[in-house]
């Protein structure tokens, strides 16, 4: 079981994690290599998501729940612009593997993944406030019980 302030710890951790992969993605683009530059924004996007899913303590540790995470994090705060800027990110994981984006694409993305981190911040800045339960199925996938990581 994660203890509050080991949660906080790690909120914080991912959190700053987000907010320096996101300076590096500029730096790998401004330097001409998109595919790292892709990767670093994606993982940006990622760190913010797990970040607010540590302070609720929801499941955060797979793509398919970050995604569940984005989607209620959007619900929760009555944004679903949210949604739509971690579809984003996440069309940045692609590229990476990809390189199918142009580079006017990947250096709109990393604007977009920075202004969903900078929405993220403000959420964490924010007491957060009681869930708006939608679908059960997917919401159990966020609050089951987490498996211990030690």
Same mark, same amino acid.
């Given at each position: 079981?994660?203890?509050?302030?080991?949660?906080?710890?790690?909120?914080?951790?991912?959190?700053?994690?987000?907010?320096?992969?996101?300076?590096?993605?500029?730096?790998?683009?401004?330097?001409?290599?998109?595919?790292?530059?892709?990767?670093?924004?994606?993982?940006?996007?990622? =760190?913010?998501?797990?970040?607010?899913?540590?302070?609720?303590?929801?499941? =955060?540790?797979? =793509?398919?729940?970050?995604?569940?995470?984005?989607?209620?994090?959007?619900?929760?705060?009555?944004?679903?612009?949210?949604?739509?800027?971690?579809?984003?990110?996440?069309?940045? =994981?692609?590229?990476?593997?990809?390189?199918?984006?142009?580079?006017?694409?990947?250096?709109?993305?990393?604007?977009?993944?920075?202004?969903?981190?900078?929405?993220?911040?403000?959420?964490?800045?924010?007491?957060?406030?009681?869930?708006?339960?939608?679908?059960?199925?997917?919401?159990?996938?966020?609050?089951?019980?987490?498996?211990?990581?030690?």
């Amino acid at each position: 079981m994660v203890t509050a302030s080991e949660q906080r710890e790690n909120e914080e951790k991912y959190a700053g994690l987000s907010l320096r992969l996101l300076g590096q993605a500029q730096e790998e683009f401004d330097k001409g290599d998109r595919l790292q530059a892709s990767e670093k924004a994606w993982g940006a996007a990622a =760190h913010a998501m797990k970040a607010a899913a540590e302070r609720r303590g929801w499941n =955060h540790h797979n =793509h398919g729940l970050l995604f569940l995470v984005a989607a209620q994090l959007a619900d929760d705060a009555g944004n679903p612009e949210l949604r739509r800027l971690f579809s984003i990110a996440s069309s940045l =994981h692609q590229n990476y593997y990809e390189d199918w984006q142009p580079e006017v694409s990947v250096q709109d993305g990393i604007g977009d993944v920075g202004r969903l981190v900078g929405l993220m911040e403000q959420l964490r800045a924010q007491p957060v406030s009681p869930s708006v339960v939608t679908d059960e199925q997917q919401w159990d996938r966020l609050t089951r019980p987490r498996p211990d990581r030690s």
